[in-house]
């Protein structure tokens, strides 16, 4: 009996975006449950951002305010060690989380971007990997994940060797990577993407868009797979505090 053609599924993802992580770690769970291939691929949010006129949600008061607690509620349901401790500690929270997405998105996310894609570039065994260390930097331990030195120790952190990581820190700069992540950000934004996560499920030859963490079921339906919850028994992302 032949088996069933496994569907393809595209994450595109920037780690500068908290919803993201979830999303990244929910597929690669089910990738394991579910009959698909999931390719990750990295993009680049402020290209998204101001190539289809969106502006980062954190900036408006009242959605700030209520991202922090929908943060917190898909942290735990997931089992997605998102810290947002640093901000509790302000007697200003939303002022306090705003002023934060106005210096990631000042500082931006482009070289940890071109970190991840010189990494698939070569050896996408590990770009699960690297892409996780780099959101552990951002939104579970609140450092840096710009400089050289920052990408360096997530690689370490996943098991890069030192030769392959600073080749790849080196790569930050080469063309082929810059084009690379423009590529697919670009890719992205021709498919109608407008923020991050943006899933892409190709069903019947045809490119379905899902936008963040609260499509799940839809995506399964789709799929013609089961929605089994968030499968925390597979998690890769155990916070080490």
């Given at each position: 009996m032949t088996a069933p053609v496994r569907k393809s599924v595209?994450?595109?993802?920037?780690?500068?975006?908290?919803?993201?992580?979830?999303?990244f770690e929910v597929l690669c769970r089910y990738n394991k449950r579910w009959n698909m291939d999931l390719k990750l691929k990295p993009f680049f949010l402020g290209g998204i951002m101001q190539g289809s006129g969106n502006k980062p949600p954190a900036l408006v008061a009242n959605k700030a305010q209520y991202m922090i607690h929908d943060l917190n509620r898909l942290a735990n349901y997931y089992a997605v060690p998102i810290n947002l401790q640093s901000f509790a500690t302000h007697n200003d929270v939303v002022n306090s989380f705003q002023d934060f997405f106005h210096v990631m998105f000042t500082k931006g996310s482009l070289s940890a971007g071109r970190y991840i894609t010189a990494v698939d570039m070569k050896k996408p065994e590990y770009?699960?990997?690297?892409?996780?260390?780099?959101?552990?930097?951002?939104?579970?331990?609140?450092?840096?994940?710009?400089?050289?030195?920052?990408?360096?120790q997530?690689?370490?952190?996943?098991?890069?060797?030192?030769?392959?990581?600073?080749?790849?820190?080196?790569?930050?700069?080469?063309?082929?990577?810059?084009?690379?992540?423009?590529?697919h950000t670009q890719e992205a934004?021709?498919?109608?993407?407008?923020?991050?996560?943006?899933?892409?499920?190709?069903?019947?030859?045809?490119?379905?868009?899902?936008?963040?963490?609260?499509?799940?079921?839809?995506?399964?339906?789709?799929?013609?797979?089961?929605?089994?919850?968030?499968?925390?028994?597979?998690?890769?992302?155990?916070?080490?505090?």
């Amino acid at each position: 009996m032949t088996a069933p053609v496994r569907k393809s599924v595209e994450l595109f993802y920037d780690v500068i975006s908290p919803y993201s992580w979830i999303a990244f770690e929910v597929l690669c769970r089910y990738n394991k449950r579910w009959n698909m291939d999931l390719k990750l691929k990295p993009f680049f949010l402020g290209g998204i951002m101001q190539g289809s006129g969106n502006k980062p949600p954190a900036l408006v008061a009242n959605k700030a305010q209520y991202m922090i607690h929908d943060l917190n509620r898909l942290a735990n349901y997931y089992a997605v060690p998102i810290n947002l401790q640093s901000f509790a500690t302000h007697n200003d929270v939303v002022n306090s989380f705003q002023d934060f997405f106005h210096v990631m998105f000042t500082k931006g996310s482009l070289s940890a971007g071109r970190y991840i894609t010189a990494v698939d570039m070569k050896k996408p065994e590990y770009t699960e990997q690297v892409s996780r260390e780099l959101w552990f930097r951002i939104w579970n331990r609140d450092e840096d994940a710009t400089d050289s030195n920052s990408l360096r120790q997530a690689g370490k952190k996943a098991g890069l060797s030192d030769d392959f990581n600073d080749e790849c820190v080196e790569k930050v700069k080469d063309q082929a990577v810059k084009d690379r992540l423009k590529h697919h950000t670009q890719e992205a934004l021709d498919l109608g993407a407008f923020g991050s996560p943006t899933i892409i499920a190709n069903i019947n030859n045809k490119k379905e868009l899902i936008f963040g963490t609260d499509r799940f079921l839809i995506l399964a339906s789709m799929l013609g797979e089961e929605w089994q919850g968030p499968l925390v028994e597979l998690s890769k992302c155990k916070d080490p505090n």
